[in-house]
């Protein structure tokens, strides 16, 4: 494992990251961690308050979820149900999936 990979390992299970329900489409839910932030229409996505956002972003490690996110599939988080609203775009090391979502399904 790379020093890069260790330090992934360290935030996606500490403070800055959050429980979540990832169910793919006809499979079975698995809870994972994942980085949570906001989408903004114009900016893309950011960090800060969730309460009145539409569409979230939710990085994974791609290690964490047994298929590729894509639209169909639901993520639970803080009590809500989020629709994956397309297709994961994984990073540039291939380590990590991020994924936007609709709030509601």
């Known amino acids: 494992m790379s020093p890069f990979e260790a ?3 360290t935030f996606f299970n500490g403070a800055l990251s959050a ?3 990832y169910t793919p489409q006809g499979g079975e839910p ?17 960090r800060g ?8 972003s939710f ?11 894509k639209r169909g599939d639901t993520i639970a988080y803080n009590g809500e149900v989020f629709g994956v609203a397309g297709p994961a775009e994984p ?15």
Not at 31 to 38: E, L
Not at 49 to 56: H, R, S
Not at 59 to 69: H, K, N, Y
């Open 91 to 105: 990073d540039a090391d291939g380590l990590v999936w991020r994924v936007r979502a609709n709030r509601g399904g």
């Open 7 to 9: 330090m992934l390992g």
């Open 49 to 56: 308050t969730m309460l009145q956002a539409k569409i979230l």
């Open 30 to 46: 698995v809870q994972v961690r994942a980085s949570v932030g906001i989408v903004d229409p114009v900016m893309g996505p950011v």
């Open 59 to 69: 990085d994974f490690l791609r290690s964490e979820l047994p298929t590729a996110p």
């Open 19 to 21: 429980a979540v329900t």
